[in-house]
């Protein structure tokens, strides 16, 4: 069975740090295109970071430089560390897997087929 467990939110001030962790199971890294999102009450979940399964990155315009996604496959877990940040980061964060090299645009949510749970991150001026 197919599981991300994501863990690391929580409150921070502005200009703070976090690394989410997201650990998977079920599957092994290397072979998933993987996804960190972020979603906020009422609007569409927006890709923050991606990493395909050859370990190609790629990051919403509005974190580069702040945040750096990576990932461990000897503990097979996904990493965000988000540095600097601001008060707009805050949301539920979520881990996304494509087990399928899904033909949709990479960007778009209905491109993973399995999510995590979400690890909720608020930052406060």
């Known amino acids: 069975e197919v599981q991300l467990v994501e863990s690391g939110g929580g409150a921070v001030e502005v200009g703070g740090s976090l690394r989410l962790s997201c650990k998977a199971s079920?599957?092994?890294?290397?072979?998933?295109?993987m996804a960190w999102y972020r979603q906020v009450p009422g609007e569409e979940h927006e890709i923050v970071a991606r990493m395909d399964s050859d370990g190609l990155v790629s990051y919403a315009e509005d974190v580069k430089g702040r945040f750096t996604i990576s990932k461990d496959n000897a503990k097979n877990t996904l990493y965000l560390q988000m540095d600097s940040l601001k008060p707009e980061d805050t949301g539920m964060y979520y881990c996304?897997?494509?087990?399928?090299?899904?033909?949709?645009?990479?960007?778009?949510?209905?491109?993973?087929?399995?999510w995590g749970q979400g690890t909720q991150v608020t930052v406060s001026s």
């Open positions: 079920g599957f092994t890294l290397d072979t998933a295109d």
């Open positions: 996304a897997a494509d087990l399928t090299y899904s033909s949709y645009d990479p960007r778009e949510p209905r491109s993973y087929d399995h």
